[in-house]
Protein backbone atom coordinates (compact mmCIF):
# COMPACT_ATOMS: atom_id res chain seq x y z
CA UNK A 1 0.00 0.00 0.00
CA UNK A 2 2.78 2.71 0.89
CA UNK A 3 4.42 1.40 -2.74
CA UNK A 4 1.35 2.63 -4.26
CA UNK A 5 0.71 5.08 -2.26
CA UNK A 6 4.20 6.60 -3.19
CA UNK A 7 3.82 6.47 -6.43
CA UNK A 8 0.57 8.93 -5.94
CA UNK A 9 3.30 11.32 -4.70
CA UNK A 10 5.66 11.18 -7.66
CA UNK A 11 2.53 11.60 -9.98
CA UNK A 12 1.43 14.65 -8.49
CA UNK A 13 4.68 16.16 -7.76
CA UNK A 14 5.66 15.44 -11.49
CA UNK A 15 2.70 16.48 -13.57
CA UNK A 16 3.74 19.56 -15.60
CA UNK A 17 1.51 22.40 -16.44
CA UNK A 18 0.31 20.55 -19.40
CA UNK A 19 -1.25 22.02 -22.75
CA UNK A 20 1.37 24.72 -21.77
CA UNK A 21 4.68 22.86 -21.81
CA UNK A 22 6.45 22.58 -25.28
CA UNK A 23 8.40 19.46 -26.85
CA UNK A 24 11.25 18.66 -28.76
CA UNK A 25 13.64 22.12 -27.72
CA UNK A 26 17.05 20.17 -26.83
CA UNK A 27 18.37 22.97 -25.89
CA UNK A 28 21.40 21.33 -24.63
CA UNK A 29 21.86 17.67 -26.16
CA UNK A 30 21.34 18.36 -29.68
CA UNK A 31 23.52 21.07 -29.70
CA UNK A 32 25.81 19.56 -27.41
CA UNK A 33 26.02 15.75 -27.88
CA UNK A 34 28.78 13.66 -25.97
CA UNK A 35 31.45 14.05 -29.18
CA UNK A 36 30.66 17.81 -29.51
CA UNK A 37 31.42 18.48 -25.14
CA UNK A 38 34.43 16.04 -25.22
CA UNK A 39 35.85 18.83 -26.88
CA UNK A 40 35.11 21.32 -24.99
CA UNK A 41 34.87 19.75 -21.78
CA UNK A 42 37.37 20.76 -19.44
CA UNK A 43 39.21 17.59 -17.19
CA UNK A 44 38.93 17.23 -14.10
CA UNK A 45 42.50 18.60 -13.18
CA UNK A 46 41.76 21.67 -14.91
CA UNK A 47 38.44 22.81 -13.70
CA UNK A 48 39.30 25.35 -11.15
CA UNK A 49 35.99 26.53 -10.14
CA UNK A 50 36.96 28.09 -6.59
CA UNK A 51 39.78 28.69 -4.91
CA UNK A 52 40.75 25.69 -2.62
CA UNK A 53 41.41 26.33 0.97
CA UNK A 54 45.28 26.30 0.44
CA UNK A 55 44.76 29.39 -1.66
CA UNK A 56 44.85 31.46 1.02
CA UNK A 57 45.04 34.97 -0.48
CA UNK A 58 41.85 35.39 -1.84
CA UNK A 59 40.03 33.37 1.20
CA UNK A 60 41.93 35.83 3.18
CA UNK A 61 40.84 38.81 1.04
CA UNK A 62 37.44 38.29 1.84
CA UNK A 63 35.98 41.40 3.91
CA UNK A 64 36.19 40.61 7.61
CA UNK A 65 32.38 41.39 8.12
CA UNK A 66 31.97 37.86 5.79
CA UNK A 67 35.23 36.37 7.47
CA UNK A 68 34.02 36.70 11.21
CA UNK A 69 30.45 35.50 10.40
CA UNK A 70 31.25 32.55 8.59
CA UNK A 71 33.94 30.93 11.31
CA UNK A 72 32.09 31.84 13.84
CA UNK A 73 29.08 29.90 12.15
CA UNK A 74 31.42 26.95 11.84
CA UNK A 75 32.29 27.46 15.69
CA UNK A 76 28.49 26.51 16.36
CA UNK A 77 29.87 23.26 15.58
CA UNK A 78 33.14 22.57 17.03
CA UNK A 79 33.13 19.62 19.24
CA UNK A 80 29.56 18.83 18.55
CA UNK A 81 28.10 15.31 19.07
CA UNK A 82 26.57 14.12 15.64
CA UNK A 83 22.40 13.88 15.75
CA UNK A 84 21.92 9.81 15.97
CA UNK A 85 19.35 8.48 13.08
CA UNK A 86 18.34 5.32 14.30
CA UNK A 87 16.34 2.86 12.48
CA UNK A 88 13.45 3.48 14.46
CA UNK A 89 13.23 7.50 13.32
CA UNK A 90 13.59 6.17 9.83
CA UNK A 91 10.73 4.03 9.99
CA UNK A 92 8.44 7.05 11.83
CA UNK A 93 7.24 7.55 8.15
CA UNK A 94 6.01 4.29 7.66
CA UNK A 95 4.55 3.97 10.52
CA UNK A 96 3.13 7.06 11.34
CA UNK A 97 3.79 9.16 8.10
CA UNK A 98 5.70 11.85 10.19
CA UNK A 99 8.77 12.83 7.71
CA UNK A 100 10.14 15.79 10.03
CA UNK A 101 11.64 14.12 13.07
CA UNK A 102 14.18 12.53 11.03
CA UNK A 103 14.55 15.07 8.90
CA UNK A 104 15.40 17.66 11.50
CA UNK A 105 18.23 14.96 12.66
CA UNK A 106 19.82 14.70 8.91
CA UNK A 107 19.68 18.23 8.66
CA UNK A 108 21.61 19.26 11.48
CA UNK A 109 24.16 16.63 10.33
CA UNK A 110 24.52 18.34 6.80
CA UNK A 111 23.98 21.82 8.28
CA UNK A 112 26.72 21.59 10.74
CA UNK A 113 29.48 19.66 7.75
CA UNK A 114 28.31 22.84 5.59
CA UNK A 115 29.63 25.14 8.45
CA UNK A 116 32.95 23.51 9.57
CA UNK A 117 33.84 23.09 5.91
CA UNK A 118 33.52 26.93 4.81
CA UNK A 119 34.78 27.81 8.13
CA UNK A 120 37.98 25.77 7.74
CA UNK A 121 38.06 27.43 4.44
CA UNK A 122 38.10 31.01 5.49
CA UNK A 123 40.51 30.49 8.80
CA UNK A 124 42.75 27.87 7.47
CA UNK A 125 44.58 26.93 10.36
CA UNK A 126 43.29 23.15 10.63
CA UNK A 127 40.98 23.74 13.71
CA UNK A 128 38.24 22.35 12.29
CA UNK A 129 39.53 19.14 10.35
CA UNK A 130 38.49 17.02 12.92
CA UNK A 131 34.84 18.26 13.21
CA UNK A 132 35.20 17.79 9.32
CA UNK A 133 36.50 14.50 9.43
CA UNK A 134 33.92 12.98 11.90
CA UNK A 135 31.33 14.44 10.03
CA UNK A 136 32.33 12.87 6.72
CA UNK A 137 32.69 9.63 8.29
CA UNK A 138 29.53 10.07 10.21
CA UNK A 139 27.91 10.63 7.24
CA UNK A 140 29.43 7.78 4.59
CA UNK A 141 28.30 5.92 7.36
CA UNK A 142 24.82 6.39 6.79
CA UNK A 143 22.66 3.73 5.09
CA UNK A 144 20.78 6.15 3.35
CA UNK A 145 21.80 9.80 2.18
CA UNK A 146 18.21 10.67 1.29
CA UNK A 147 15.32 10.76 3.70
CA UNK A 148 12.24 8.22 4.30
CA UNK A 149 9.52 9.54 2.41
CA UNK A 150 11.53 8.86 -1.01
CA UNK A 151 12.55 5.69 -0.05
CA UNK A 152 9.68 3.88 -1.86
CA UNK A 153 11.11 3.75 -5.30
CA UNK A 154 13.60 1.24 -4.25
CA UNK A 155 12.48 -2.84 -4.60
CA UNK A 156 11.99 -3.13 -1.03
CA UNK A 157 9.49 -0.52 -1.22
CA UNK A 158 9.15 2.07 2.22
CA UNK A 159 10.44 1.34 5.31
CA UNK A 160 14.21 1.38 5.88
CA UNK A 161 16.73 1.35 3.18
CA UNK A 162 18.26 -1.58 1.36
CA UNK A 163 21.93 -0.83 1.51
CA UNK A 164 22.02 -3.32 -1.57
CA UNK A 165 20.22 -1.54 -3.88
CA UNK A 166 21.24 2.38 -3.78
CA UNK A 167 18.51 5.00 -5.00
CA UNK A 168 18.95 8.53 -5.33
CA UNK A 169 16.66 11.33 -4.31
CA UNK A 170 17.41 15.11 -4.02
CA UNK A 171 19.10 14.58 -0.04
CA UNK A 172 21.28 11.99 -1.79
CA UNK A 173 22.56 13.89 -4.80
CA UNK A 174 22.76 17.10 -1.71
CA UNK A 175 24.69 15.06 0.50
CA UNK A 176 27.05 13.47 -2.55
CA UNK A 177 27.45 17.41 -3.27
CA UNK A 178 28.80 18.33 -0.14
CA UNK A 179 31.17 15.22 -0.10
CA UNK A 180 32.53 16.18 -3.28
CA UNK A 181 32.86 20.00 -2.52
CA UNK A 182 34.59 18.63 0.81
CA UNK A 183 37.30 16.93 -1.06
CA UNK A 184 38.12 19.78 -3.63
CA UNK A 185 38.46 22.43 -1.30
CA UNK A 186 40.17 20.32 1.60
CA UNK A 187 41.44 17.23 -0.06
CA UNK A 188 45.40 17.44 1.03
CA UNK A 189 44.55 18.65 4.30
CA UNK A 190 41.80 15.53 5.03
CA UNK A 191 45.04 13.51 3.90
CA UNK A 192 46.90 14.83 7.00
CA UNK A 193 44.16 13.97 9.43
CA UNK A 194 43.93 10.11 7.44
CA UNK A 195 44.66 9.27 3.83
CA UNK A 196 41.82 7.16 4.32
CA UNK A 197 38.88 9.67 4.09
CA UNK A 198 39.26 10.64 0.73
CA UNK A 199 39.52 7.32 -0.74
CA UNK A 200 36.03 6.91 1.48
CA UNK A 201 34.41 9.48 -0.04
CA UNK A 202 35.54 7.84 -3.51
CA UNK A 203 33.97 4.56 -2.75
CA UNK A 204 30.57 5.82 -1.42
CA UNK A 205 30.11 8.49 -4.17
CA UNK A 206 30.61 5.78 -6.72
CA UNK A 207 28.54 3.28 -4.90
CA UNK A 208 25.28 5.50 -4.13
CA UNK A 209 25.63 7.89 -6.74
CA UNK A 210 27.77 7.66 -10.20
CA UNK A 211 26.62 4.09 -10.57
CA UNK A 212 23.19 4.41 -10.06
CA UNK A 213 22.54 7.55 -12.00
CA UNK A 214 24.70 6.40 -15.05
CA UNK A 215 23.44 2.49 -14.80
CA UNK A 216 19.87 3.03 -14.56
CA UNK A 217 17.34 5.32 -16.57
CA UNK A 218 14.49 4.44 -14.50
CA UNK A 219 14.68 7.22 -11.42
CA UNK A 220 11.58 9.06 -12.56
CA UNK A 221 13.28 11.90 -12.06
CA UNK A 222 15.64 11.55 -14.87
CA UNK A 223 11.95 11.98 -17.03
CA UNK A 224 13.46 9.63 -19.68
CA UNK A 225 10.23 6.79 -19.43
CA UNK A 226 7.69 9.95 -18.92
CA UNK A 227 8.03 13.55 -19.75
CA UNK A 228 6.50 14.38 -15.90
CA UNK A 229 9.03 16.36 -14.07
CA UNK A 230 9.31 19.04 -11.78
CA UNK A 231 11.84 20.66 -9.66
CA UNK A 232 13.60 17.28 -9.06
CA UNK A 233 14.96 17.25 -12.15
CA UNK A 234 17.13 20.30 -11.85
CA UNK A 235 18.17 20.02 -8.17
CA UNK A 236 19.73 16.36 -8.59
CA UNK A 237 21.16 16.94 -12.08
CA UNK A 238 23.11 20.16 -10.34
CA UNK A 239 24.24 18.08 -7.25
CA UNK A 240 25.07 14.90 -9.54
CA UNK A 241 26.90 17.11 -12.33
CA UNK A 242 29.11 18.90 -9.37
CA UNK A 243 29.97 15.80 -7.93
CA UNK A 244 30.57 14.30 -11.33
CA UNK A 245 33.00 16.92 -12.56
CA UNK A 246 34.63 17.22 -9.20
CA UNK A 247 35.35 13.73 -8.39
CA UNK A 248 35.06 11.36 -11.17
CA UNK A 249 38.32 10.05 -12.63
CA UNK A 250 37.32 7.81 -15.18
CA UNK A 251 37.24 10.21 -18.37
CA UNK A 252 34.48 8.59 -20.22
CA UNK A 253 32.38 7.96 -17.44
CA UNK A 254 32.43 12.08 -16.52
CA UNK A 255 31.70 12.38 -20.16
CA UNK A 256 28.93 9.83 -20.48
CA UNK A 257 27.05 11.08 -17.34
CA UNK A 258 27.24 14.64 -18.09
CA UNK A 259 25.65 13.47 -21.81
CA UNK A 260 22.89 11.87 -19.56
CA UNK A 261 22.47 15.26 -17.19
CA UNK A 262 22.03 17.40 -20.11
CA UNK A 263 19.40 14.84 -21.45
CA UNK A 264 17.39 15.29 -18.58
CA UNK A 265 17.63 18.96 -18.23
CA UNK A 266 16.48 19.34 -21.82
CA UNK A 267 13.45 17.06 -20.56
CA UNK A 268 12.98 19.49 -17.69
CA UNK A 269 13.26 22.78 -20.28
CA UNK A 270 10.34 21.39 -22.35
CA UNK A 271 7.76 20.95 -19.33
CA UNK A 272 8.53 25.14 -19.93
CA UNK A 273 5.43 27.47 -21.00
CA UNK A 274 7.74 30.17 -23.18
CA UNK A 275 6.73 32.75 -20.87
CA UNK A 276 9.10 31.07 -18.11
CA UNK A 277 5.88 30.46 -15.60
CA UNK A 278 6.62 27.55 -12.37
CA UNK A 279 3.43 26.06 -12.03
CA UNK A 280 5.31 24.95 -8.55
CA UNK A 281 4.92 28.39 -7.15
CA UNK A 282 8.09 30.75 -6.14
CA UNK A 283 8.13 28.53 -2.93
CA UNK A 284 10.05 26.03 -5.36
CA UNK A 285 11.83 28.44 -8.43
CA UNK A 286 14.17 28.03 -5.84
CA UNK A 287 14.75 24.52 -6.94
CA UNK A 288 13.67 24.42 -10.07
CA UNK A 289 14.32 27.29 -12.21
CA UNK A 290 17.40 28.44 -10.20
CA UNK A 291 18.70 24.97 -9.87
CA UNK A 292 18.76 24.90 -13.39
CA UNK A 293 20.95 27.88 -13.18
CA UNK A 294 23.21 26.18 -10.83
CA UNK A 295 23.36 23.50 -13.67
CA UNK A 296 24.26 26.59 -16.39
CA UNK A 297 26.55 27.50 -14.00
CA UNK A 298 28.91 24.89 -14.21
CA UNK A 299 28.43 23.68 -17.79
CA UNK A 300 29.63 27.31 -18.46
CA UNK A 301 32.37 26.80 -16.26
CA UNK A 302 33.64 23.42 -16.62
CA UNK A 303 33.39 24.70 -20.71
CA UNK A 304 35.09 27.83 -20.21
CA UNK A 305 32.38 29.23 -21.24
CA UNK A 306 31.71 27.41 -24.44
CA UNK A 307 27.92 25.69 -23.26
CA UNK A 308 26.25 29.10 -22.85
CA UNK A 309 22.55 29.29 -23.07
CA UNK A 310 21.92 32.64 -21.60
CA UNK A 311 20.95 33.79 -24.88
CA UNK A 312 17.93 31.43 -25.29
CA UNK A 313 14.69 33.09 -24.59
CA UNK A 314 13.05 30.56 -22.35
CA UNK A 315 15.96 30.80 -19.92
CA UNK A 316 15.66 34.33 -19.34
CA UNK A 317 12.11 34.28 -18.73
CA UNK A 318 12.69 31.12 -16.13
CA UNK A 319 14.83 33.15 -14.27
CA UNK A 320 12.40 36.75 -14.54
CA UNK A 321 9.37 34.76 -13.30
CA UNK A 322 10.50 34.98 -9.59
CA UNK A 323 10.36 38.76 -9.43
CA UNK A 324 7.09 38.46 -11.69
CA UNK A 325 5.22 36.84 -8.65
CA UNK A 326 6.49 39.07 -5.79
CA UNK A 327 3.62 41.02 -4.01
CA UNK A 328 5.81 43.02 -1.46
CA UNK A 329 8.69 42.78 0.50
CA UNK A 330 8.48 38.97 1.21
CA UNK A 331 5.19 37.71 0.14
CA UNK A 332 4.28 36.44 -2.87
CA UNK A 333 1.70 34.77 -4.96
CA UNK A 334 0.82 31.48 -3.11
CA UNK A 335 -0.51 28.78 -5.38
CA UNK A 336 0.36 25.36 -5.36
CA UNK A 337 2.10 24.36 -2.07
CA UNK A 338 3.72 27.74 -1.49
CA UNK A 339 3.94 29.70 1.50
CA UNK A 340 2.17 33.50 1.38
CA UNK A 341 6.68 34.61 2.50
CA UNK A 342 8.93 33.32 0.56
CA UNK A 343 11.57 34.67 -0.99
CA UNK A 344 14.55 34.26 -3.30
CA UNK A 345 18.26 33.62 -2.85
CA UNK A 346 19.39 36.95 -3.43
CA UNK A 347 23.02 36.60 -4.58
CA UNK A 348 21.59 33.69 -7.17
CA UNK A 349 19.05 35.98 -8.59
CA UNK A 350 21.41 38.92 -8.36
CA UNK A 351 23.80 36.44 -11.10
CA UNK A 352 21.11 35.05 -12.95
CA UNK A 353 20.25 38.58 -13.67
CA UNK A 354 23.53 39.83 -14.80
CA UNK A 355 23.59 36.58 -17.22
CA UNK A 356 20.84 37.48 -18.80
CA UNK A 357 21.18 41.20 -18.84
CA UNK A 358 18.72 41.44 -16.61
CA UNK A 359 18.45 44.86 -14.41
CA UNK A 360 15.21 44.35 -12.47
CA UNK A 361 16.21 40.90 -11.59
CA UNK A 362 19.63 42.42 -10.75
CA UNK A 363 18.13 44.68 -8.44
CA UNK A 364 15.41 41.92 -6.89
CA UNK A 365 18.47 39.58 -6.60
CA UNK A 366 20.01 42.54 -4.11
CA UNK A 367 17.59 43.50 -2.07
CA UNK A 368 16.75 39.82 -1.18
CA UNK A 369 20.54 39.73 -0.72
CA UNK A 370 19.88 42.24 1.99
CA UNK A 371 16.98 39.99 3.54
CA UNK A 372 19.65 36.81 3.89
CA UNK A 373 22.54 38.10 5.74
CA UNK A 374 25.86 36.17 4.94
CA UNK A 375 25.70 33.60 2.33
CA UNK A 376 24.34 30.24 3.42
CA UNK A 377 22.54 26.72 2.40
CA UNK A 378 24.78 24.18 0.10
CA UNK A 379 28.59 24.44 -0.91
CA UNK A 380 27.62 24.79 -4.03
CA UNK A 381 25.25 27.39 -3.64
CA UNK A 382 27.62 29.64 -0.89
CA UNK A 383 30.88 29.44 -2.81
CA UNK A 384 29.49 31.74 -5.46
CA UNK A 385 27.98 33.96 -2.91
CA UNK A 386 30.70 34.18 -0.80
CA UNK A 387 32.69 35.51 -3.54
CA UNK A 388 30.36 37.55 -4.90
CA UNK A 389 29.56 38.95 -1.54
CA UNK A 390 31.26 42.28 -2.00
CA UNK A 391 30.11 43.33 -5.55
CA UNK A 392 26.73 42.16 -4.83
CA UNK A 393 26.91 44.49 -1.67
CA UNK A 394 27.48 47.37 -3.50
CA UNK A 395 24.90 46.30 -5.99
CA UNK A 396 21.83 48.93 -6.04
CA UNK A 397 18.63 47.13 -4.41
CA UNK A 398 15.10 47.35 -5.30
CA UNK A 399 11.43 45.80 -5.49
CA UNK A 400 10.72 46.18 -9.35
CA UNK A 401 6.72 45.30 -8.76
CA UNK A 402 5.49 45.20 -11.90
CA UNK A 403 2.18 47.11 -12.33
CA UNK A 404 0.60 44.13 -14.63
CA UNK A 405 1.66 40.28 -14.75
CA UNK A 406 0.62 37.98 -17.45
CA UNK A 407 1.73 34.09 -17.47
CA UNK A 408 -0.29 32.57 -19.68
CA UNK A 409 1.50 29.02 -19.76
CA UNK A 410 0.23 28.82 -16.27
CA UNK A 411 -2.91 30.74 -16.44
CA UNK A 412 -1.29 33.38 -13.58
CA UNK A 413 -2.00 37.11 -13.30
CA UNK A 414 -1.38 39.63 -11.34
CA UNK A 415 -1.95 43.56 -11.65
CA UNK A 416 -0.84 46.32 -8.70
CA UNK A 417 -2.34 50.22 -8.86
CA UNK A 418 1.16 51.57 -9.09
CA UNK A 419 4.50 50.61 -10.86
CA UNK A 420 6.90 50.10 -8.52
CA UNK A 421 4.77 50.07 -5.25
CA UNK A 422 3.57 48.37 -2.45
CA UNK A 423 0.71 51.17 -1.71
CA UNK A 424 -2.92 50.97 -3.42
CA UNK A 425 -4.88 47.49 -4.20
CA UNK A 426 -3.12 44.14 -6.15
CA UNK A 427 -4.57 41.46 -7.13
CA UNK A 428 -3.67 37.96 -8.62
CA UNK A 429 -5.62 35.36 -10.06
CA UNK A 430 -5.21 31.99 -10.97
CA UNK A 431 -6.90 29.80 -13.94
CA UNK A 432 -4.96 26.77 -14.88
CA UNK A 433 -6.32 23.06 -13.88
CA UNK A 434 -6.02 20.95 -10.78
CA UNK A 435 -3.00 18.24 -12.34
CA UNK A 436 -0.55 21.20 -11.49
CA UNK A 437 3.08 19.64 -9.85
CA UNK A 438 1.91 20.51 -5.77
CA UNK A 439 -1.60 20.60 -6.78
CA UNK A 440 -3.93 22.55 -5.27
CA UNK A 441 -7.77 22.19 -6.35
CA UNK A 442 -7.77 25.81 -6.87
CA UNK A 443 -9.08 27.54 -10.53
CA UNK A 444 -10.53 30.62 -10.47
CA UNK A 445 -8.83 31.20 -6.67
CA UNK A 446 -7.54 34.85 -6.32
CA UNK A 447 -5.61 37.08 -4.13
CA UNK A 448 -5.94 40.50 -2.81
CA UNK A 449 -3.22 42.80 -0.75
CA UNK A 450 -3.79 46.18 0.49
CA UNK A 451 -0.19 48.71 0.50
CA UNK A 452 1.61 45.30 0.61
CA UNK A 453 -0.46 43.31 3.37
CA UNK A 454 -2.49 40.43 2.51
CA UNK A 455 -6.44 40.83 2.53
CA UNK A 456 -7.86 37.80 0.92
CA UNK A 457 -5.39 35.01 1.06
CA UNK A 458 -4.42 31.38 0.12
CA UNK A 459 -3.70 29.93 3.32
CA UNK A 460 -0.91 28.04 1.68
CA UNK A 461 0.12 24.50 2.80
CA UNK A 462 0.94 22.66 6.04
CA UNK A 463 3.95 20.84 6.79
CA UNK A 464 4.62 17.68 4.99
CA UNK A 465 3.35 14.37 5.82
CA UNK A 466 2.57 10.92 4.19
CA UNK A 467 -0.79 11.92 3.64
CA UNK A 468 0.16 15.34 1.86
CA UNK A 469 1.64 13.04 -1.38
CA UNK A 470 -0.79 10.31 -1.02
CA UNK A 471 -4.17 9.14 -2.26
CA UNK A 472 -5.72 10.82 0.74
CA UNK A 473 -4.28 14.73 -0.35
CA UNK A 474 -7.34 16.15 -1.10
CA UNK A 475 -8.84 14.93 2.25
CA UNK A 476 -6.60 18.07 3.33
CA UNK A 477 -8.33 21.19 3.73
CA UNK A 478 -5.93 23.52 2.70
CA UNK A 479 -5.67 21.42 -0.86
CA UNK A 480 -9.72 21.79 -0.82
CA UNK A 481 -11.54 24.08 -3.27
CA UNK A 482 -14.09 24.88 -0.52
CA UNK A 483 -11.26 26.52 1.80
CA UNK A 484 -9.83 29.13 -1.70
CA UNK A 485 -11.68 31.43 -2.64
CA UNK A 486 -13.78 29.68 -5.14
CA UNK A 487 -17.18 28.64 -5.20
CA UNK A 488 -18.82 25.21 -4.08
CA UNK A 489 -21.88 24.74 -5.40
CA UNK A 490 -24.44 22.19 -4.26
CA UNK A 491 -22.27 21.01 -1.72
CA UNK A 492 -19.82 19.92 -4.37
CA UNK A 493 -15.73 21.03 -4.57
CA UNK A 494 -13.87 20.95 -7.68
CA UNK A 495 -12.12 17.82 -9.02
CA UNK A 496 -8.43 16.91 -9.34
CA UNK A 497 -7.24 15.99 -12.11
CA UNK A 498 -6.21 17.12 -15.66
CA UNK A 499 -9.64 17.77 -16.76
CA UNK A 500 -10.78 19.56 -14.12
CA UNK A 501 -9.29 23.01 -15.65
CA UNK A 502 -10.55 26.45 -16.81
CA UNK A 503 -11.16 27.36 -20.35
CA UNK A 504 -12.24 30.04 -22.43
CA UNK A 505 -9.80 32.49 -20.81
CA UNK A 506 -8.66 35.67 -21.63
CA UNK A 507 -6.77 38.26 -20.35
CA UNK A 508 -6.60 42.40 -20.75
CA UNK A 509 -5.05 45.41 -19.00
CA UNK A 510 -5.06 48.98 -20.21
CA UNK A 511 -3.75 52.04 -18.01
CA UNK A 512 -7.13 52.12 -15.90
CA UNK A 513 -7.20 48.47 -14.90
CA UNK A 514 -6.27 44.97 -15.59
CA UNK A 515 -8.28 41.56 -15.52
CA UNK A 516 -9.00 37.80 -16.55
CA UNK A 517 -11.89 36.40 -17.62
CA UNK A 518 -12.56 32.47 -17.89
CA UNK A 519 -15.12 29.76 -17.18
CA UNK A 520 -14.44 27.47 -14.36
CA UNK A 521 -17.41 24.72 -14.59
CA UNK A 522 -15.42 22.29 -16.14
CA UNK A 523 -12.97 22.46 -12.55
CA UNK A 524 -16.11 20.67 -11.03
CA UNK A 525 -17.90 17.31 -11.52
CA UNK A 526 -20.55 16.50 -13.52
CA UNK A 527 -22.46 16.25 -10.60
CA UNK A 528 -22.55 20.22 -9.55
CA UNK A 529 -24.61 20.54 -13.00
CA UNK A 530 -22.87 23.30 -14.02
CA UNK A 531 -23.52 24.26 -17.72
CA UNK A 532 -21.18 27.20 -16.74
CA UNK A 533 -19.35 29.63 -14.74
CA UNK A 534 -17.98 32.77 -16.04
CA UNK A 535 -15.76 34.12 -13.24
CA UNK A 536 -14.13 37.75 -14.12
CA UNK A 537 -11.68 39.32 -11.78
CA UNK A 538 -10.86 42.78 -12.30
CA UNK A 539 -8.63 45.25 -10.65
CA UNK A 540 -9.86 49.23 -10.95
CA UNK A 541 -6.39 51.49 -10.58
CA UNK A 542 -6.95 53.40 -7.48
CA UNK A 543 -10.51 52.16 -7.07
CA UNK A 544 -11.59 48.67 -6.35
CA UNK A 545 -11.69 44.94 -7.34
CA UNK A 546 -14.52 43.11 -8.78
CA UNK A 547 -15.01 39.86 -8.59
CA UNK A 548 -18.26 39.04 -11.09
CA UNK A 549 -19.78 35.72 -11.11
CA UNK A 550 -22.09 34.64 -14.09
CA UNK A 551 -23.76 31.05 -13.69
CA UNK A 552 -25.61 28.76 -15.44
CA UNK A 553 -26.81 25.49 -13.66
CA UNK A 554 -28.27 22.37 -15.69
CA UNK A 555 -30.12 21.07 -12.66
CA UNK A 556 -31.37 22.94 -9.58
CA UNK A 557 -28.78 23.16 -6.39
CA UNK A 558 -29.74 23.43 -2.78
CA UNK A 559 -27.37 26.11 -2.26
CA UNK A 560 -23.96 27.77 -3.57
CA UNK A 561 -21.49 29.34 -1.21
CA UNK A 562 -18.49 31.49 -1.85
CA UNK A 563 -15.49 31.19 -0.06
CA UNK A 564 -13.46 34.19 0.89
CA UNK A 565 -10.41 33.10 3.25
CA UNK A 566 -8.45 35.98 5.17
CA UNK A 567 -6.32 36.62 7.85
CA UNK A 568 -8.11 40.30 8.87
CA UNK A 569 -9.99 40.42 11.72
CA UNK A 570 -13.67 40.85 10.18
CA UNK A 571 -16.76 42.43 10.67
CA UNK A 572 -19.90 42.62 9.67
CA UNK A 573 -21.59 45.85 10.49
CA UNK A 574 -24.86 45.11 7.92
CA UNK A 575 -26.27 42.90 5.24
CA UNK A 576 -24.17 43.50 2.22
CA UNK A 577 -21.04 44.96 3.96
CA UNK A 578 -18.26 42.78 5.50
CA UNK A 579 -15.10 44.95 6.59
CA UNK A 580 -11.43 43.31 7.06
CA UNK A 581 -8.69 45.36 9.36
CA UNK A 582 -5.86 44.46 7.03
CA UNK A 583 -2.42 44.56 9.69
CA UNK A 584 0.27 45.96 8.64
CA UNK A 585 3.64 44.04 8.32
CA UNK A 586 5.52 46.81 10.12
CA UNK A 587 4.32 49.50 12.84
CA UNK A 588 1.13 51.74 12.14
CA UNK A 589 -2.45 51.39 12.45
CA UNK A 590 -4.46 48.78 10.32
CA UNK A 591 -5.95 50.03 7.43
CA UNK A 592 -9.53 48.52 6.30
CA UNK A 593 -11.14 46.57 2.76
CA UNK A 594 -14.75 46.96 2.50
CA UNK A 595 -16.68 44.15 1.08
CA UNK A 596 -19.85 44.81 -0.62
CA UNK A 597 -22.50 42.00 -1.88
CA UNK A 598 -26.03 41.70 -3.15
CA UNK A 599 -27.83 40.95 0.61
CA UNK A 600 -30.70 40.03 -1.45
CA UNK A 601 -28.87 37.34 -2.90
CA UNK A 602 -26.67 36.69 -0.79
CA UNK A 603 -26.18 35.88 3.06
CA UNK A 604 -22.55 36.11 5.04
CA UNK A 605 -21.49 34.24 7.91
CA UNK A 606 -18.02 33.59 9.39
CA UNK A 607 -16.39 30.72 10.72
CA UNK A 608 -12.67 30.54 12.69
CA UNK A 609 -10.27 28.27 11.88
CA UNK A 610 -7.58 27.57 14.23
CA UNK A 611 -4.01 27.21 12.60
CA UNK A 612 -2.22 24.51 14.71
CA UNK A 613 0.18 23.73 12.12
CA UNK A 614 3.42 25.45 12.73
CA UNK A 615 4.19 26.02 9.10
CA UNK A 616 1.09 27.98 8.56
CA UNK A 617 0.97 29.71 11.95
CA UNK A 618 4.37 31.32 11.30
CA UNK A 619 2.31 33.34 8.21
CA UNK A 620 -0.91 33.70 9.52
CA UNK A 621 -0.80 33.68 13.45
CA UNK A 622 -3.49 31.43 15.32
CA UNK A 623 -5.95 32.07 12.89
CA UNK A 624 -7.66 32.18 9.86
CA UNK A 625 -11.22 33.21 9.09
CA UNK A 626 -13.33 31.64 5.96
CA UNK A 627 -15.55 34.07 5.02
CA UNK A 628 -18.87 32.34 3.69
CA UNK A 629 -21.59 34.12 1.28
CA UNK A 630 -24.25 31.70 0.54
CA UNK A 631 -27.28 31.71 -1.76
CA UNK A 632 -30.40 28.97 -0.89
CA UNK A 633 -32.07 27.79 -3.43
CA UNK A 634 -30.24 29.19 -6.40
CA UNK A 635 -32.16 30.31 -9.75
CA UNK A 636 -30.97 28.32 -12.64
CA UNK A 637 -28.86 31.03 -13.87
CA UNK A 638 -27.71 34.01 -11.97
CA UNK A 639 -25.07 36.64 -11.83
CA UNK A 640 -23.39 39.13 -8.91
CA UNK A 641 -20.84 41.08 -8.24
CA UNK A 642 -18.21 41.34 -4.74
CA UNK A 643 -16.51 44.40 -4.49
CA UNK A 644 -13.50 45.35 -2.30
CA UNK A 645 -12.27 48.29 -1.82
CA UNK A 646 -10.45 50.41 0.71
CA UNK A 647 -12.35 51.86 3.55
CA UNK A 648 -11.31 55.00 5.70
Known amino acids: MLYDLLFIFLFILSIPTG ?31 YPTAAERESWNALPDDLRKALVERGEKFLNCPWPELPATLFLEYKRIGNRSHYERQRNLRRNALEGLVIAECVEGKGRFLDDITNGIWTTCEETYWGVPAHIGVQKAGSGLPD ?22 LLGPQLDQVSPLVVPRIHLEMKRRIFDPCLERDDFWWMGFHSDHVNNWTPWICSNWLASVLLLESDPGRRLAAIEKITKSLDIFLDSYPPDGGCDEGPGYWGRAGASLFDCLELLLGATSGKVDLYSDPLIREIGRYIYRV ?7 INFADASAKAGADGDLAYRYGKRIEDPLLQTFGAFEAKQDGEPGGSVLRQLPAIFNYTELKAAPAAQPLLRDVWLKGIGVMAARS ?25 VGNF ?23 SSKRYEIWTMQ ?3 HNCPTVNGMMQGAG ?13 ATGAGMKMDIAPA ?11 RTLRLNRGKDILIQDDYTLTAPAKDITLTLMTSCSVSIPRPGEILLSVNPTGSGKPSRLKITYDAKKLKAATEDIPVEDGRLKNVWGERITRILLKTESPPLHDSWTVRIQPSP
Not at 163 to 184: K, Q, R
Open 19 to 49: TSAQTGRSLLATSWPGDKLKTVLLGRSDWHP
Open 163 to 184: AAEPTVDLFAGETASLLAWTVY
Open 326 to 332: QVCGDYF
Open 418 to 442: LQGSCQGLYLAGKAGHNAESHNHND
Open 447 to 469: LVYLDGNPAVIDAGVETYTAKTF
Open 481 to 483: SAY
Open 498 to 510: REYEAKNVTYETN
Open 524 to 534: YPKEANLKSWI
